[in-house]
């Protein structure tokens, strides 16, 4: 039987032309299998939040919502902690406009809404971790800063500011509509109190407003100052306290009809307040002054003090101490019948 063999030269040749095929082969296969990964769907690796410095940021407002803090800052930060002494860390907001944030206010668990310029709101469901953009004004002739948010009040949410600005949402803040009134005009809103069904509204050049409709229509009150009133604290008495500039504080105990002076040490513009759980009543402003009050408003005295720059908030902390927020950032504050010095953020 005749058998034919292959000569060497031939089978050399072929190996040779097998050894060429093998890298092209194996490159190919893994230029597709780099493209297939690169196109596939996957989850994106999550960013830790970025820790920032709170005493270089102006802070404009305060949250708190068990163990977690929430501070309303400029340029687009909120900034988000577990306890006072930090870390603070920056919560991711979307989209990133770098507008600044006046105040931020949670409004159920876990749920928060912060405004700021430009009719600027954000809402977060995640206890500040992540915010979604909610409204936004990109007409620059007609935006408006945002001052302040409130609520809930018997379901719904209000926000405020500049030029007569009022927004009500009825969902927790997901969607928004205006309110008019000619009682408001063009002035600016910068507090907003619920008292038992009704609502007190104040702003600049003495400005108070009640409703008892949800905020449908609203009734000038008498005037009592012609000053501004920055903010706006209901009471645990069920009284009203409002506040506002060179160290004006009034209290109602009915309702607004009729009001009194609280005695207060100096004439510092007061631009932030809050009430502790024991009835201490805590006021925030220029020269980094703290007012406390334990007799219910009737009178302040001094609880801490610093020099030129001007605190925006104030939050109750415990052992006596406050968190206190404005152009020097963020700080932590004893009470001068403490300490001589101040405490700041580590």
Do not use: C
Not at 200 to 216: A, C, F, I, P, R
Not at 219 to 226: D, G, M, R, S, V
Not at 316 to 321: F, T, V
Request: proline fraction near 5%; aromatic fraction near 8%; charge should be negative.
């Amino acid at each position: 039987m005749n058998q034919t063999v292959p000569s060497l030269a031939k089978v050399q040749q072929g190996e040779k032309a097998g050894n060429h095929g093998w890298p092209a082969a194996v490159f190919t296969g893994m230029v597709l299998g780099a493209a297939l990964f690169a196109f596939s769907p996957r989850p994106a690796p999550p960013f830790p939040a970025t820790q920032v410095y709170p005493d270089r940021l102006l802070v404009n407002g305060l949250a708190e919502n068990g163990k977690r803090l929430l501070a309303a800052s400029e340029e687009g930060h909120i900034l988000i902690a577990d306890d006072p002494k930090g870390p603070w860390l920056d919560a991711t907001v979307s989209p990133q406009r770098g507008d600044t944030f006046t105040q931020v206010q949670y409004i159920g668990d876990g749920v928060a809404l912060a405004v700021g310029h430009d009719d600027w709101i954000v809402r977060s469901e995640d206890n500040g971790q992540t915010w979604k953009e909610v409204s936004y004004n990109q007409d620059a002739d007609q935006a408006a800063p945002l001052f302040g948010v409130a609520g809930p009040f018997e379901g719904k949410v209000y926000a405020f500011g500049a030029f007569g600005t009022l927004m009500q949402s009825a969902d927790q803040g997901k969607t928004w509509q205006s309110l008019k009134s000619d009682a408001i005009g063009d002035k600016h809103l910068y507090g907003m109190l619920d008292g038992g069904g009704t609502l007190l509204l104040v702003g600049e050049q003495g400005l108070m407003l009640k409703s008892t409709d949800g905020g449908v229509s609203w009734q000038p009150l008498k005037q009592i100052y012609n000053g501004s009133f920055f903010g706006a604290l209901a009471l645990p008495d069920k009284g009203w306290l409002v506040y506002g500039m060179r160290g004006h504080v009034f209290i109602s105990h009915d309702q607004g009809q009729t009001w009194k002076d609280s005695v207060t040490p100096a004439p510092l513009s007061i631009f932030g307040g809050a009430v502790q759980s024991d009835g201490k009543i805590f006021l925030a402003g220029a020269q980094r002054t703290v007012l406390v009050s334990d007799d219910g408003g009737a009178q302040f005295k001094i609880f801490a003090q610093g020099e030129r720059q001007t605190l925006a908030a104030v939050l109750p902390l415990a052992d006596g101490e406050v968190l206190v927020a404005g152009e020097p950032g963020l700080s932590i504050q004893k009470s001068l019948a403490a300490t001589t010095g101040a405490g700041g953020v580590q």
